[in-house]
T-cell receptor, first 112, second 115 residues
Framework: GENVEQHPSTLSVQEGDSAVIKCTYS??????FPWYKQELGKGPQLIID?????GEKKDQRIAVTLNKTAKHFSLHITETQPEDSAVYFC???????????FGTGTRLKVLA | NAGVTQTPKFQVLKTGQSMTLQCAQD?????MYWYRQDPGMGLRLIYY???????DKGEVPNGYNVSRLNKREFSLRLESAAPSQTSVYFC??????????????FGEGSRLTVL
């Protein structure tokens, strides 16, 4: 089955700097890669997603890149702000399986 | 519009006791999921229901049972709780259909402690 590895497990950046979180997946048939943000005491919420027919997607300060050959995808947050502090999860989905398999999470701390 | 509602939010059990976590969604979604979240382990899929009337095992199904009661409700049962089942449990749902991918909507979580 699908396995998703996520790095780093914790990341501290200064406010205004960029943050990058990386994930690798094992199943080459996976074609949907969402990213979720989880604030303290809450359930995860989708912040951006990418499908395998696209190499990059941006939404304001957030971008996701996908390298299908290497089976890597990454989340990029620019101009980080204190409210970006949270736990971020990547996931991979193989079509037809309905299974969303998540990485182990990255705790991002933005230092003011 | 409540989204995904989980009950209870907190529960303490003794080893060997049983309990059921309830989940309901009001978004007319086809697919529903139960995940557990443990420190350093991320979100692990316990069971899912692709559509009403079907359920399938996820990554860590042992010790759990599920019931898709109707399109809205998906319950998770622990028949004989063990300390290893101490965790935060999340229910989620997604529109499903074709293509069967899209935004998962999560509940607020249920924190379970087994003594």
């Amino acid at each position: 089955g699908e396995n998703v590895e996520q790095h780093p497990s914790t990341l501290s950046v200064q406010e205004g700097d960029s943050a990058v979180i990386k994930c690798t997946y094992s199943d080459s048939a996976s074609n949907y890669f969402p990213w979720y943000k989880q604030e303290l005491g809450k359930g995860p919420q989708l912040i951006i997603d990418i499908r395998s027919n696209v190499g990059e997607k941006k939404d304001q300060r957030i971008a996701v890149t996908l390298n299908k050959t290497a089976k890597h995808f990454s989340l990029h947050i620019t101009e980080t702000q204190p409210e970006d502090s949270a736990v971020y999860f990547c996931a991979a989905v193989r079509p037809g399986t309905y299974k969303y398999i998540f990485g182990t999470g990255t705790r991002l701390k933005v230092l003011a | 519009n409540a989204g995904v509602t989980q009950t209870p939010k907190f529960q303490v059990l003794k080893t060997g006791q049983s309990m059921t976590l309830q989940c309901a969604q009001d978004m007319n979604h086809n697919s529903m999921y139960w995940y557990r979240q443990d420190p350093g382990m991320g979100l692990r899929l316990i069971y899912y229901s692709a559509s009403e009337g079907t359920t399938d095992k996820g990554e860590v199904p042992n010790g759990y049972n599920v019931s898709r009661l109707n399109k809205r409700e998906f319950s998770l049962r622990l028949e004989s709780a063990a300390p290893s089942q101490t965790s935060v449990y999340f229910c989620a749902s997604v529109t499903g259909g074709s293509p069967n991918t899209g935004e998962l909507f999560f509940g607020e979580g249920s924190r379970l402690t087994v003594l």
